[in-house]
């Protein structure tokens, strides 16, 4: 079910809201940078996303080929969200999950997992190895 839920940093710096449905699939990923930081995923067109408060405690990360801004707390260094635009989805919102404050534990636990190679730049595919992600 589509809901409009809130989300923050662990300070609280920063603040957003956010319309997804978690029943519709969330995801994580083997890639370098989701590896290191157990990133776990929703992603939404940026129109469905809206920053509340803390745009300048967010300091932006990116690299290779810069397509994704990930963004993190400069106090708490808890990242709640990146944005990037790729075909064919355009400019979207990977929300961090773990940082819905509204999310009920029952939520959290029923939203389904996709699991993608992004270490191989095989995202549609599940990597041979995901227990660990
Ligand atoms: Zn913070």
């Not at 990116?62 to 963004?71: E, G, K, T, Y």
């Amino acid at each position: 079910m589509m809901k409009t839920y809130h989300g923050s940093c662990h300070c609280g710096g920063v603040h957003f809201k956010a319309e997804l449905d978690l029943s519709a699939g969330t995801s994580r990923c083997n890639c370098s940078i989701c590896r290191k930081g157990r990133f776990w995923k929703a992603v939404i067109p940026a129109d469905d996303f809206e920053l509340l408060e803390g745009a300048d405690e967010l300091t932006e990360y990116a690299f290779a080929s810069h397509s994704i801004r990930h963004l993190f707390c400069r106090t708490c260094g808890i990242k709640p969200f990146g944005r990037g635009e790729v075909e064919p989805i355009g400019r979207f919102v990977a929300v961090n999950v773990a940082c819905l404050d509204d999310a009920s534990d029952e939520e959290l636990a029923a939203a389904p997992v996709q699991y993608e190679d992004g270490r191989n730049n095989r995202w549609e595919a599940e990597p041979a190895v995901r227990s660990f992600l």
